[in-house]
């Protein structure tokens, strides 16, 4: 039975066959077809979970695959001549193609992301910690002397390759002497530097120094990274967590901004994270295991392991691609594509600014009700849409500035103008000598009022005294206080000072009478007057109530310069005779200082056809006298203003000047200055320039070199000025020029040679005793 059964098999089989061959066939072919798209869709799942993890710093050093590393991270890899190259690793691709030889997909290192070791030989090298402060009311300055110690002490115990720390307060440097590139020194000296500061919500210097960090980082001129030749460095912030508690809310915003600027600067060689402390608790304990951590690494640098892995914050890949990422939002470039897209090399900055240009004037001309922006060409800026941050307060009531000018007899007068009155107008009030102004042009001193529009100055200038307190900028940034508001500020503020001299011993009763009538304005006080936007305004309201305008600038602002209207005698400070020491004197904020110093010496030349125009040379022993004569006469002969002021230097005594490197030692003497003047006056005279010794004030270390277009017909000197003259002549509406106004015969008293003290006035020591007149 069974067998019959088994026989009849193939045949029902066949039979089967030949009834159902056709869906049978069907169904294989899909079934096949399904289970081929199935496999082929379960490799294509199992490849995506084999891609990467991007950019785990833990996961680097394992990997040699240039694909499991970070986008953006650079690898040495052989290439087939078997040299190595750097590779920029390009974002994974999300598929892997076919298996077989590896593909790296890369290109050459963009400039930004390079590193570049320093090379340090144990053996022969040196660290130099090199410790920069900026401090306002001294917390910093104090931490940052501890520190220099502290570290000293540390070194000295511990490792003889680190040198003595040097320190350095941020108002002084010259910040291309150490923020362009590191400075000079033997080639067995490498610098490591250590940033303490503060943050302020207000103007102060620290603004302008993170504006230079950030405008060495983008001059296409020079390399992103400049300070890469540098160890490394390290930041400590100080805030208050009282007033700022979070780091949102703006705890440490400037220390952390620092630290991210010299993290692209330097090629990202952040040797220890940036430090924090409340100064109202924990910064001395924070700043204590900061100090500790920096010098682990010293320790590591100095033994030779560099700032390799396992130094914490040695710049590990996350954090390098996080400032990557912000450079590029703050270059402009498309942010939100980054994720997206394989990363590109990033597009110069140079590129974006060139495409942003266009959008840039188009929404500056495209009919905002809120008028156009100011853009400022010159740095670059992202195309953010969002509403431009409310101005601040150029010295808001609340800020050291205002405390400090305040607590040294100033009327700060709005948001940026000051008023004082000055110790010649006290002692002609009193009847002891009045200004060598008065001498030289005739001003009354007891009717003179001191000010200045702006509290801000574009110089740093090493004889000024108000380093770290003021607020300085190249660019007005400020709100600005409407010029009637000053006007009548600063009449107050003067006036109440003057009342207040009522009771003082000596004030003479007819004097004191005058004196409640203005009747000049130096606008020279502190900062620099042009820079105010409405000067011209400013100055014709002085014009309208007969108050002479004597300005004085800093020949940094050719632009405003070129605008200004007339004023009754137009200074520009000379404080040296070429770039080098301009620049060491000075300390311009702008790079092009020269150049516009030079600019400002054109537009005078122009002026003086116009208005009386002064040279002011202010003589710093060691600084700007020695074999500059010739330097000087060429500036003369450019410029050819009428007169050439020649002052020695007064020295203030303050610590902020001594911290300049200004001592007593570099106010010249008196026979100083005259031989300068001297030496300068037979300079031009031997270049055929018409000048001649016109006046002098001992008192004040002061000379006058004139025009010879200041003499009368009689040849006498005529360096006052005709003040009435000078009214009438702007209310006629007609062109004028300097010796319209040309006043009465300097006198006698007052020529070169005669000592320039007024013998109506009585000559008293310091301690009010009368002096005999000889
Ligand atoms: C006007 C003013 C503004 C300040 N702004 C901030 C701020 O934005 N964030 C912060 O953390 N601390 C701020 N502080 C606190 C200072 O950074 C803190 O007092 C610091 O220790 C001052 O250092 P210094 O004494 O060296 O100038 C501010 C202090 C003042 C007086
Ligand atoms: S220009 Fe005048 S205010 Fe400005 S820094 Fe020099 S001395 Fe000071």
Sequence with gaps: MLSTSLCSLPSELLSLWHNYRLPILLSTVALLTILRIVVHLRQNRERLSQSPVPGSPAQLPESKDPLLLAPGAVEKVAINDGHLEDIAIAEPPLLRSKPGPKRVIGSRVP????????????????????????????????????????????????TPRVLQPQLHDLSYVDYDDFFVSP?????????????????????TSLDPFLEHLKETHHDFRIDTAPLSGLLGYSVFGFGDKEGWPTEEEGFCSQAKEVDKWLARLTGRKRAFPLGMGDVKSDARQRLLEWRLGVQEVLRDIASGKGLGEGIPGSGAAVESDEEDVKDAEDDGA???????????????ARVDDLEDLGRMVKSSTSGDPSGPLAIDFTTYKSTSTAAPAPLKEMVPASSPTYAALTKQGYTIVGSHSGVKICRWTKSALRGRGSCYKYSFYGIASHQCMETTPSLSCSNKCVFCWRHGTNPVGTTWRWKVDPPEAIFAGVKEGHYRKIKMMRGVPGVRAERFQEAMTIRHCALSLVGEPIFYPHINEFTA????????????CNAQHPDQLAALQPVTQLYVSIDASNKDALRKIDRPLHRDFWERFLRCMDILREKRKEMRTVFRLTLVRGFNIDEEVTGYADLVERALPCFVEVKGVTFCGTSTSAAAGLTMQNVPWWHEVRTFVLALNDELNRRGLRYGLAAEHEHSCCALIGSEAFRDAEGRWCTRIDYEGFFRCLESGKPFGPEDYRGPPTPEWALWGKGGFDPRDVRVDRKGRVKEVN
């Design 541 to 552: 309201m002085l014009h309208a109530e007969r108050i002479s305008t004597f300005l004085v």
């Design 334 to 348: 498309e942010e939100s594509e980054a994720p997206r897209k394989a990363r590109k090399p990033k597009k110069s």
């Design 183 to 203: 400075p000079t020194s033997a080639p067995s000296t490498k610098h490591f530097y250590i940033v303490l500061l503060p943050t302020y919500n207000i103007d």
């Design 111 to 158: 400039r930004q992301a390079s590193r570049r070791t320093i090379e340090f030989d144990s053996e022969e090298d040196r660290i130099q910690p090199v410790i920069f402060f900026s401090s306002l009311s001294g917390t910093t300055e104090e931490a940052a002397k501890t520190l220099v110690k502290d570290l000293d002490a540390w070194r000295g115990a511990s």
